[in-house]
């Protein structure tokens, strides 16, 4: 499976150590919430944005594989 080539700079690692509360938030919401199918996509599209927001332009794993179908 591919994945970007952002997530091996140091720039996205310390942009993903800023946002990573933020992203358990979300997993802990979504836990509560009984989402267990599409799951990643909602994941996906909230670590875009808040990556975006620190600069950077993150690639999801659906971007990357789009011959591949993930739930």
């Given amino acids: 499976m591919k ?3 952002i ?3 140091i720039e996205f ?3 993903l150590e800023k946002i990573q509360a933020e992203l358990d938030e979300l ?3 979504l836990d509560k919430q009984g989402y267990r199918m599409g ?3 909602i994941y996906w599209a909230k ?3 808040l990556l975006r927001r620190e600069g950077i332009e993150w690639l999801t794993p659906q ?3 789009p011959d ?3 739930d």
């Fill in 7 to 9: 997530e091996n700079t």
């Fill in 68 to 70: 591949i179908r993930f």
């Fill in 39 to 41: 799951r990643c996509h």
């Fill in 63 to 65: 971007e990357c594989n």
């Fill in 3 to 5: 994945v970007d080539p």
């Fill in 13 to 15: 690692k310390k942009a």
């Fill in 27 to 29: 997993n802990e919401k």
């Fill in 47 to 49: 670590k875009k944005e």
